[in-house]
C-alpha cells in the first residue's frame, strides 16, 4: 500500500508555469503507472499525463506540449511540469498509482491550481 502527497499548487496567472510533485510513502520503483488528475468544479474528473515504470508517457489533449509529467525513483516522486497555463486549467489536481495496469488505483488528497488574472 502506497499512500500518495501532492504539492506544488497555487495561483498563477496565465502564461505562468508551476510544477505539482506527488511524494510517494514508498518506493516507486515497482508501481506500473504513476499519473496526474484534475477536477474542476461541476466536472467529472479528468486523466492529465501518466508515465509507466519504463517512461513511456500519456497526455489528454488539452495539455500536450505545454505540461510534461516525469518520475525520479531515487525520490519516490512524480512531478507535473505545467507551462502556458491557462485559466482552463484551474481545477484540483490529484496524483495516482496503479502497481499494476488493472489495480485499483491509489490516490492523493488533491492540490489546487488557480490561473487567474
Known amino acids: 500500500q502506497v499512500q500518495l502527497v501532492e504539492s506544488g499548487g497555487g495561483l498563477v496567472q496565465p502564461g505562468g508555469s508551476l510544477r505539482l510533485s506527488c511524494l510517494a510513502s514508498?518506493?516507486?520503483?515497482?508501481?506500473?503507472?504513476m499519473g496526474w488528475y484534475r477536477q474542476a468544479p461541476g466536472k467529472q474528473r479528468e486523466l492529465v499525463a501518466t508515465?509507466?515504470?519504463?517512461?513511456?508517457?500519456n497526455y489528454a489533449d488539452s495539455v500536450k506540449g505545454r505540461f510534461t509529467i516525469s518520475r525520479d525513483n531515487a525520490k519516490n516522486t512524480v512531478y507535473l511540469q505545467m507551462n502556458s497555463l491557462k485559466p482552463e486549467d484551474t481545477a484540483v489536481y490529484y496524483c495516482?498509482?496503479?502497481?499494476?495496469?488493472?489495480?485499483?488505483?491509489?490516490w492523493g488528497q488533491g492540490t489546487q491550481v488557480t490561473v487567474s488574472s
Open positions: 495516482n498509482a496503479r502497481y499494476r495496469l488493472f489495480d485499483n488505483p491509489y
Open positions: 508515465i509507466t515504470k519504463g517512461g513511456s508517457t
Open positions: 514508498t518506493s516507486i520503483f515497482n508501481i506500473y503507472v
